[in-house]
């Protein structure tokens, strides 16, 4: 299967990297461009893709309300995929919390970035492990970006699935779930399953930002 992607940011260049890089793999396809939060926007409504790579920094509308548009939208099917620079943008976590399925780095690989979008085109988040589970706990650490004045309570999940919920806030993939519970990776599976359900989490890195609000997973001073 095809997958269907929109390409949003403001410098051409980028773009342009990453269109020539994706015509050579035939299971991705850029159906679009935008320069801008709100082209972006417009593009979704009317080509219905995938999954949309988008840069946080643009003029007008910025990544940030565009994603939330876009995944909260009366047909928010268009998964979204964050582009941000590490050493410059301090609005990752309101991203995520915008309903972005996970970001990738500027100055990462082109292949790794397209694995990315695979990754998300398939469902699922990119949490760990590395630079993205580090990007996530130090943007979460942030006291600013947080607006809620005091720990979100986590009701009606047992004490089994608050140790599941824990271990994804730490970017634990259900295989370290299953090792470090000893239970079988099915059966972790089936707890994330269930908190997702449960909590209403669009995907793993909404559990993720649940753990940190909750007070379940806290970062060492």
């Known amino acids: ?31 679009g461009e935008a320069g801008t939060g709100a082209e972006a926007v417009r593009l979704v409504g009317e080509l219905n893709p995938d999954v949309v790579v988008m840069d946080i920094r643009m003029p007008g509308m910025d990544g940030i309300e565009a994603t939330r548009l876009i995944t909260t939208g009366p047909a928010a099917t268009t998964r979204v995929l964050v582009l941000t620079t590490f050493d410059e943008d301090d609005h990752v976590y309101g991203a995520l919390r915008a309903g972005a399925s ?30 993205t589970r580090r990007l996530i706990a130090d943007f979460v650490g942030r006291p600013v970006p947080v607006p809620a004045p005091c720990p979100r309570q986590v009701e009606g999940i047992t004490e089994r699935e608050r140790e599941v919920l824990t271990l994804v806030g730490r970017g634990r993939s259900n295989a370290e779930i299953a090792e470090d519970l000893y239970i079988t990776v099915a059966t972790a599976k089936s707890h994330v399953s269930r908190l997702l359900t449960k909590l209403s989490a669009r995907d793993r890195v909404q559990l993720v930002i649940t753990a940190y609000e909750s007070g379940l997973v806290t970062l060492p001073h």
């Open 1 to 31: 299967m095809t997958v269907r992607v929109v390409l949003a940011d403001d410098q051409p260049l980028v773009r342009s990297g990453l269109r020539v890089l994706m015509a050579d793999h035939s299971d991705l396809e850029v159906v």
């Open 102 to 131: 996970g970001f990738v780095v500027k100055d990462m690989a082109l292949d790794d970035i397209l694995a990315a979008i695979r990754v998300v085109a398939a469902g699922d988040a990119l949490i760990a492990p590395g630079v």
